[in-house]
């Protein structure tokens, strides 16, 4: 690819967040998140620590009102956190057929979208003739980090895989199979059936949504092991939160979701707490598809073997 045209961007948020993946047990049933982390990294943008996997054509991704960003002119003011959930959940709603419209999703202005869905439009479609029916993503973890995307990724470095579900009536999304979520190293007791209609992976969603029932389940035992704080009040989307004054570490239950073939995303502290609250929120039912967010993609790279039906994790990537 002989250049890029300007700024095309990937739809991605300022969270922070670093996430493992495994096929076995959770690492551990406790996690520490320090006041510090939640602070942003020193800013080193001419030597981004990106480790694409071999193959294809990559290029460097980076969070649009970030330091980082190649936009030739000055980036407009980023969003606040409770901005950037709205728009998110114009856009969980969109998905899930909530609502018709979406709204304008790019309310600040870009030089372009670009499509990496199964659709006849999208950019991974129209490559697959010259770079093959494979992709792969690492989203950067913070504002002032940088990611990759592989067009014509190899397929074999990816020793944790899932099988992807598509649909003819929705081509555009990839889609897998949720079976079960961790809490603290214990599965939660939740029906198989509660996630039956399915989860697509949509980088350009924030927050994960999950069945009503699960998230319920989620929620309850993320509480039963944090009783040690008070409860915070609610914050748009989010209903589980914790008030952290005067802690200078948190000692947080691990989560983890498992997925179809024994996949294990085991996620680290920024995946699971999201200012001062628990980084998930629910759809109004069971019934509605869930999504997995950005928030649970980032610093891993994350594979779609359109060809070979399957969607892989490689941790620590970006």
């Avoid at 002119?73 to 998905?95: F, G």
């Avoid at 697509?200 to 319920?216: F, K, Q």
């Avoid at 748009?236 to 000692?251: E, H, L, P, W, Y």
């Amino acid at each position: 690819m002989a250049s890029i045209p300007k700024l095309v961007i990937l739809l991605l948020c300022t969270c922070l967040h670093t996430l493992l993946a495994h096929g076995g047990d959770d690492l551990r049933t406790y996690k520490v998140l320090h006041a510090g982390a939640l602070k942003s990294a020193t800013v080193n943008c001419s030597q981004p620590q990106v480790t694409p996997s071999y193959g294809g054509v990559t290029v460097p991704l980076h969070h649009r009102h970030g330091p980082c960003s190649p936009s030739p002119v000055p980036s407009t003011k980023a969003p606040t956190l409770q901005e950037m959930l709205r728009r998110d959940q114009l856009r969980a709603a969109y998905i899930t057929r909530i609502q018709s419209e979406s709204g304008n999703l790019l309310e600040d202005q870009t030089d372009g979208l670009m499509g990496l869905g199964g659709g006849a439009e999208s950019l991974a479609t129209q490559t697959a003739g010259t770079f093959g029916k494979a992709f792969s993503y690492c989203l950067p973890p913070t504002p002032d980090s940088s990611g990759f995307l592989t067009l014509g990724a190899a397929t074999s470095g990816f020793v944790v895989k899932t099988p992807m579900l598509r649909s003819s009536e929705v081509p555009s999304y990839y889609g897998v199979r949720l079976q079960a979520i961790r809490v603290g190293g214990r599965q939660l007791s939740i029906p198989a059936s509660v996630f039956s209609a399915g989860s697509i992976m949509d980088s350009g969603t924030i927050i994960t949504r999950l069945p009503a029932t699960a998230y319920s389940a989620l929620s309850s035992a993320f509480k039963a092991g944090m009783k040690q704080y008070p409860p915070a009040q609610p914050m748009g989307i989010f209903d589980t939160c914790f008030d952290f004054s005067g802690q200078s570490s948190v000692s947080i239950p691990s989560v983890a979701l498992v997925f179809s073939g024994g996949v294990v995303i085991d996620l680290a502290t920024d995946g699971i707490i999201l200012d001062s609250c628990l980084a998930f929120a629910a759809n109004t039912d069971d019934n509605s598809l869930g999504i997995i967010g950005n928030v649970q993609q980032r610093t891993i790279e994350v594979l779609y073997d359109v060809g070979g039906g399957a969607v892989g994790f490689k941790a620590g990537a970006c």
